[in-house]
């Protein structure tokens, strides 16, 4: 061998036995070869300690706490949705209930409002009918003739009501006889229909 290459050779096995003698060093802890290589500038390792968060765990737990938070919040929400919409619904369902009372109340007043008509007009027919039967008939023609034929026709329903009641024939088939032909034969006609 030349003697460049032995040189190499031995500054190789050299370098090898260095290195082997700072690991060992280092690996039994009396030597801290990093200290070393930090002081040659060209050797000079980048070494930036790696800090670790005393409080990663923590922060996890604290994550997933916030996660399942806003999981429930969402559920909040969505159950909100569903209450506002029911409490709308209720107060449709209420609005149309007040609707139909009112229309019930409007209903019964005039019910109500028919019913005293009904009896004014009853009361009417009876002091009408007491009326036309303390008259002389032919007067009491004249005044009939001018009547609606339903009026007529609910008179007459009366006196013959009334006349029944108090065991007595009824004038109606007189008066009737001394009304206008045509008249009395529609009103007649009505009475039977």
Same mark, same amino acid.
Not at 34 to 44: D, V
Not at 111 to 127: H, M, P, T, V
Not at 134 to 162: H, Y
Not at 164 to 183: F, N, T
């Given at each position: 061998?030349?003697?460049?290459?032995?040189?190499?050779?031995?500054?190789?096995?050299?370098?090898?036995?260095?290195?082997?003698?700072?690991?060992?060093?280092?690996?039994?802890?009396?030597?801290?070869?990093?200290?070393?290589?930090?002081?040659?500038?060209?050797?000079?390792?980048?070494?930036?300690?790696?800090?670790?968060?005393?409080?990663?765990?923590?922060?996890?737990?604290?994550?997933?706490?916030?996660?399942?938070?806003?999981?429930?919040?969402?559920?909040?929400?969505?159950?909100?949705?569903?209450?506002?919409?029911?409490?709308?619904?209720?107060?449709?369902?209420?609005?149309?209930?007040?609707?139909?009372?009112?229309?019930?109340?409007?209903?019964?007043?005039?019910?109500?409002?028919?019913?005293?008509?009904?009896?004014?007009?009853?009361? +009417?027919?009876?002091?009408?009918?007491?009326? $036309?039967?303390? &008259?002389? /008939?032919?007067? #009491?023609?004249? *005044?009939?003739? =001018?009547?609606?034929?339903?009026?007529?026709?609910?008179?007459?329903?009366?006196?013959?009501?009334?006349?029944?009641?108090?065991? +007595?024939?009824?004038?109606?088939?007189?008066? $009737?006889?001394? &009304?206008? /032909?045509?008249? #009395?034969?529609? *009103?007649?006609? =009505?009475?039977?229909?």
């Amino acid at each position: 061998m030349s003697r460049n290459k032995r040189i190499v050779f031995l500054l190789l096995i050299n370098l090898g036995v260095i290195t082997l003698a700072l690991y060992l060093l280092d690996f039994l802890q009396i030597l801290d070869y990093r200290m070393i290589f930090a002081e040659m500038p060209l050797l000079k390792e980048q070494y930036t300690p790696r800090i670790e968060d005393p409080y990663l765990l923590e922060k996890v737990e604290l994550e997933k706490k916030w996660q399942v938070l806003e999981e429930k919040i969402k559920g909040l929400e969505e159950e909100k949705k569903k209450i506002e919409k029911e409490l709308r619904d209720i107060n449709i369902e209420k609005e149309n209930i007040a609707q139909e009372k009112e229309n019930i109340k409007n209903m019964i007043s005039e019910f109500e409002r028919a019913q005293s008509e009904k009896e004014s007009y009853s009361k +009417r027919l009876d002091s009408l009918a007491e009326y $036309i039967e303390n &008259m002389p /008939p032919l007067d #009491a023609v004249k *005044i009939i003739e =001018k009547q609606e034929d339903l009026m007529i026709i609910d008179l007459f329903k009366r006196m013959d009501e009334r006349a029944k009641k108090a065991g +007595r024939q009824s004038i109606v088939p007189y008066l $009737i006889s001394k &009304m206008d /032909p045509e008249q #009395a034969a529609r *009103i007649q006609r =009505k009475m039977l229909e």
